[in-house]
């Protein structure tokens, strides 16, 4: 973020020299009431296919702030096309996955259900605010979509044919990860991709099955370990970062 912008904030809105542009009523409270923003003041933006931009401040009221766009910093660039899917587990815990993935370059989070799921509810809306928040701060040029929650079988049913899954087994069945990775074949290699991690319990043998007989499941492990599943997903989104990823 350029030193004269205190705030980067992520919009809907086209990004361009001179355009205008009007923060939502949360983002507008933010910068006036929060951030004590002024008339002036710069505003970094960015939504994900425009780069990011400069902006001035126009107008700010206590609910209502606009702002002017002047000036690109950053040209958008590609990212890696990696999802995660995970069994959704407690809100602190899975507050931290769509953070902490964001950071790590996740394009795309979608929680499954499995049969040792404990979590029966997931509020999609709160995990992309996260992802919203976790962009912002890293300097992240695009924030990751979230999916509804879907049940495992359903998910690996309608799997696309391209992508290619790293199937995070907890029985270290797999050979170790950035080993498979790194000997993965060129044509892999430059699939997208995606990393399934499993619930607290684990898979149970039929899941495991069903994931392993996949024609794009990949089964690696990670470590002696054991693992929380928040732990688990962070060290699987850097190894293959690492070993396909933009690192």
Known sequence: MRADCKTRLFV???????????????QSHYLANVMRARIG???????????????EITEAAKRHVTLRVLDQVKKQQPE?????????????????IAQKATELGVSH???????????DRVKTERMTANAVEAAEQCE???????GEPIKLDKLLGQ???ERK??????DLSGTAAHTTLETTDEKSAAAPWAILIGPEGGFDDAERDLIRNHPNCV????????????????AAISLWQSALGDW
């Open 12 to 26: 809907d809105a086209q990004l361009g020299a001179e355009l205008t542009v009007a923060p939502d009523r949360d």
């Open 41 to 55: 003041d710069r505003v970094a933006l960015f939504n994900g296919r425009d780069g990011e931009w400069v902006s």
């Open 80 to 96: 890696p096309d990696l999802w995660l899917a995970f069994a959704p587990i407690k809100k602190a815990r899975l507050d931290f």
């Open 109 to 119: 989070m979608v929680p499954v259900i499995t049969r040792r799921t404990i979590v």
């Open 140 to 146: 992240r040029m695009n924030v990751p979509t979230v």
């Open 159 to 161: 799997w696309p044919a």
């Open 165 to 170: 899954i790293m199937f995070c087994d907890e």
């Open 219 to 234: 089964t690696v492990s990670l470590g002696p370990r054991i693992l929380r599943a928040d732990t688990a997903a962070m």
